[in-house]
């Protein structure tokens, strides 16, 4: 897969979310509301409520299939090609990755979230736009760096985080009422989302670096390679896309729900209470368009 392309869709809108950002700083009020956004926005939610409930079922599926021939200890990892290593894997493939390859397309379709954003004259906060700038650039590069792990993972727990997710945005959006803390709490299941990536990348590395040692040439540190979960490199964007992520996201919720953890009482939160409020209007407005 050539990774130019989702780079240069990331560069692109990227630049029309700075440029629409911009544009909103001279404009008083929002646009009115529009019968046919609504309608759009409806459907879209529908669309990928459906879409991510398929989506981790069937990639959870195969998932079970591929665990039944192999067992959890290879899949976490693989074994090196004979005689080889990890620049030897060869391309992923088999009904599992067709699943993730489906779910890296559908990454493009929800950049619908950002145009419907734009479509109601609402700002696009940074976590809303690097996530959707990102992701469907490091998944390219996940299936060219032949990383199965990450791809597998992501394709059934980001699914079920979007079930919950737009299932949320879906009833907003036809105005119906919500248990509350269910905001909070499809921030802290996205949260888990990534720590578990976190924790998993951190544990294959160590599983990885075999037999570590340092040497006074370039490179300094020399190992065995332990596993063939994909290409180093690659391995290593995806890991860093993951820290960087729950970094984002834990920001995120400490400034968003300060308020309610420190005790509505306790009057020196006031102003971040304040703030916390309008980053919450703007998550919440990120799908229920």
Known sequence: MDWRAPAAVAAIYLVACSVHNSRLQSVKSAPAASPIVDAIAITHNVVLVVFSAVMCAGSTYHFAELLRRIGLRTFLCPPLPVGGTTHDLLPLGGPLHWWCYVFYLSKYYEL??????????????????????????????????????????????????????????????????TPLGWKQAITQLQITQFLMGVIGGTWYWFDYVRAPRLQARWPVLEFTEGCGGGKPMTVLVGYVMNCVLLVLFVRFYLSAYRKKLHGPGNSSHTHAGHRSTRQMQEHVQEHRD
């Open 112 to 177: 619908v979230d950002t145009a419907l954003l734009i479509a109601r004259g609402k700002r696009i906060i940074p976590l809303h736009a690097i996530h959707h700038a990102f992701i469907p650039y490091v998944m390219c590069v996940l299936f060219d760096g032949r990383v199965s792990i990450s791809l597998v993972s992501m394709s059934m727990l980001n699914a079920l985080v979007h079930v919950v997710m737009y299932s949320y945005y879906l009833a907003s959006a036809l105005g119906l009422s």
